[in-house]
C-alpha cells in the first residue's frame, strides 16, 4: 500500500508531466475505477474532456489534480485513489495497452495518462473542493475535508498536534495512524518513528510528555523525508511511480519487517505484535511494553 513518500513521488511526477496539459479524450473502462462516481464512468468522463490540469496537490495519502478553475471552494478536481495497488503511468500517446488498465486520459502534447490497478481498490472520482474541516483554509476534495495536515504542510501547527495526540486517552500508535489528528502517517512510518523515539506504540498518549510525543512526530517526519530522498518505501512490488520506474526500496527501515532480526540499537531482536489488525514491529528492551493490565476505572485524568 502506497504511504506518504510513494503518493509524495507520484505527485511530483503529475506535477512534471502532467501539469499544463489539456485532456482532449478520456475514457474510463474500470467498472470498480468508478464506483465512487454517483454518474460512473461516463460522469467522470464528461466532467474531465477538455479541461486542463493546473495542480498536483497532496494532503497524507490524498492526491488530486486541480482542473481549469484551479484552486477554489467548489471547483473540480480529479481525486485519484490509489488503493493498494493504483498506478498513475505516463506514456506517449497509442503505447499498446496493458494488463489492469482501467483509464486513460490522452493529453494534448501526445502524452496518454494512464491508471492502472491490479487489485481495483483504488479508482478516480471528479469532486468539488471544499474548505478543510481544520479552519486552515486549504482547500481539499470533498471526500477527504477532514484529513488533518501532514508534517510536510507549511501549515503543520508540531505542538498543536501533540496536544491534540495527548489529550486522547487510547494508545499513542493509533492515533499516530488516525488520518484526523495527523495524515500521512502510515503503519510503516508509525513503527519506524516510535522506534526512534524509544516508545512503545501500545503506551497511553495521555502518558506521555509532550516533549516525547512532539519528538515522535519530528521523527515520523523524519523517516518519511529520509524515504522520499530515496524514491519512496513500500514493499508492494506493484507500486511503480509515474514513469513506471520502481520506488522500491528497504534499505532505511529499522524495526518494520525485521521481526527477529537484532535491533540496530542494542542487538536484542525485533518483536512483531498483532495491533489493529496489522503488525506492530519494536525493539522489547528500546520500547518496553506497557504491563497488559486492566483498563483503569474511567475517570479525572492528570494532564
Ligand atoms: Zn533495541
Known amino acids: 500500500m502506497p504511504e506518504l513518500p510513494e503518493v509524495e513521488v507520484v505527485r511530483r511526477g503529475l506535477a512534471d508531466h502532467v501539469v499544463g496539459r489539456r485532456i482532449v479524450e478520456v475514457s474510463v473502462t474500470g467498472l470498480r475505477t468508478a464506483r465512487r462516481q454517483p454518474g460512473g464512468a461516463t460522469e467522470i468522463e464528461d466532467r474531465l474532456r477538455g479541461r486542463t490540469v493546473t495542480g498536483a496537490r497532496r494532503r497524507g495519502k490524498y492526491l488530486w489534480l486541480t482542473l481549469d478553475a484551479g484552486d477554489a471552494a467548489g471547483a473540480d ?169 520502481s520506488g522500491y526500496f528497504d534499505r532505511s527501515l529499522d524495526v518494520y519487517g525485521r521481526a527477529g532480526e537484532p535491533c540496530g540499537r542494542c542487538g536484542t531482536p525485533v518483536v512483531r505484535e498483532d495491533f489493529m489488525n496489522r503488525g506492530s514491529h519494536f525493539c522489547p528492551s528500546c520500547q518496553p511494553a506497557p504491563r497488559r493490565s486492566v483498563r483503569r476505572p474511567t475517570g479525572p485524568r492528570a494532564r
Open 77 to 245: 478536481c480529479l481525486l485519484v485513489h490509489l488503493g493498494m495497488s493504483g498506478q498513475m503511468l505516463v506514456t506517449g500517446a497509442g503505447a499498446p495497452p496493458v494488463r489492469h488498465l482501467h483509464a486513460r486520459a490522452i493529453l494534448d502534447d501526445d502524452t496518454e495518462l494512464r491508471f492502472v490497478d491490479q487489485r481495483t481498490f483504488g479508482g478516480w472520482t471528479v469532486v468539488p473542493l471544499t474548505e478543510a474541516r481544520d479552519g486552515t483554509g486549504v482547500l481539499l476534495p470533498a471526500p477527504a475535508a477532514h484529513i488533518a495536515a501532514d508534517p510536510f504542510e507549511d501549515g503543520f501547527d508540531l505542538i498543536a498536534t501533540a496536544r491534540r495526540i495527548r489529550s486522547r486517552d487510547t494508545e499513542v500508535k493509533r492515533l499516530l495512524l488516525d488520518q484526523t489528528v495527523v495524515a500521512g502517517i502510515g503503519n510503516i512510518y508509525a513503527d519506524e518513528s516510535l522506534w526512534r523515539a524509544g516508545v512503545h506504540g501500545r503506551r497511553r498518549a495521555g502518558a506521555l510528555t509532550l516533549r516525547t510525543v512532539t519528538e515522535i512526530l519530528g521523527h515520523a517526519r523524519d523517516v518519511m523525508a529520509d524515504a522520499l530522498a530515496a524514491g519512496g518505501t513500500s514493499f508492494d512490488a506493484l507500486y511503480v511511480n509515474v514513469n513506471g520506474a
